[in-house]
């Protein structure tokens, strides 16, 4: 992993790295544990898009890498962060970065499990990912994410007024998290997260939160979904809510893999385009 940090202190531009001037930090395709074979996922072109690869300081002796993805030109644009699966950044994550820098936003994913210096898109073996993973602990990743936002404060091209938060499956627990303990989080879409843990702290959110969740999702019972609802509405959280679909399976909007549904997909996207539109995000 790259470590730009001068013996006399960083310079801005120490954390971008771009396509022109550096190997990619990220892996090329997509996470090849789950990939479908007749996968034919969407993929974004790069016109009009200025795409990077930064690294965010956060305290630790190598800094924090993230896929960013903004329109071109000058200006202040609101932003999303992009919480990547328990596969990083791979392909897929990275689209979903371009496909809202091309609604105009800017879009930065951080790798949080860039500590182990284990590609884990790269991996295919589920026994191998699952224990990287649970090294990244909640703290660690809330730690992360503030970092992010307070980076983005340094940027010219982000309004940080306007930060919000997506995330999918492991990343969907993080957004639900981002929104209790992040004062610079203004909204959030949480796609398929893990609900269980959070339940009880439901009245720490601080930001409205909308969780789209499938039926037929094995992991996540809908007795969890039920339970969120209800201390939701027992905290007067009027401004967050779960809307469930029922054909769906859990990673429904991941078009790489054998779970997706296009239709769900879809109308998760546009629901998610509107709660940030509604949360003055746009």
């Not at 983005?152 to 995330?167: A, D, E, H, V």
């Not at 009880?200 to 969780?211: D, I, N, T, Y």
Request: net charge neutral; charged share 20%.
């Amino acid at each position: 992993m790259l470590n730009l940090t001068r013996p006399d202190g960083s310079e801005p531009q120490d954390f971008h790295l771009t396509r022109r001037t550096a190997v990619s930090m990220f892996f090329a395709g997509y996470a090849l544990a789950a990939v479908a074979a007749d996968a034919k996922p969407i993929t974004t072109p790069d016109d009009g898009l200025i795409i990077e690869e930064s690294l965010i300081p956060n305290g630790a002796t190598t800094p924090l890498p993230a896929f960013v993805a903004r329109p071109k030109g000058n200006g202040k644009h609101a932003t999303i962060i992009v919480c990547n699966e328990i596969f990083g950044i791979h392909a897929y994550i990275k689209d979903i970065c371009k496909r809202l820098a091309k609604l105009g936003y800017v879009a930065v994913a951080p790798d949080f499990f860039y500590r182990a210096g284990v590609n884990l898109a790269a991996l295919t073996d589920f026994k191998e990912i699952i224990p990287i993973v649970q090294k990244a602990t909640p703290d660690q990743v809330d730690g992360d994410v503030k970092a992010t936002t307070d980076w983005l404060k340094t940027q010219s091209f982000s309004n940080t007024r306007k930060i919000g938060i997506t995330g999918f499956c492991w990343g969907g627990a993080v957004v639900w998290r981002s929104a209790m303990v992040n004062p610079d989080i203004r909204a959030g879409v949480a796609w398929y997260g893990q609900l269980k843990p959070l339940i009880a702290r439901a009245g720490e959110l601080k930001a409205p939160v909308l969780g789209l969740y499938g039926a037929l999702d094995t992991g996540i019972p809908q007795t969890d979904v039920t339970a969120m609802l209800d201390a939701l509405k027992a905290a007067g959280k009027k401004g967050s809510d779960i809307h469930v679909y029922a054909d769906a399976q859990h990673g429904f909007h991941a078009d790489y893999r054998p779970s997706y549904n296009e239709a769900d997909a879809k109308d998760g996207w546009a629901r998610l385009l509107a709660h940030f539109k509604a949360n003055g995000i746009v």
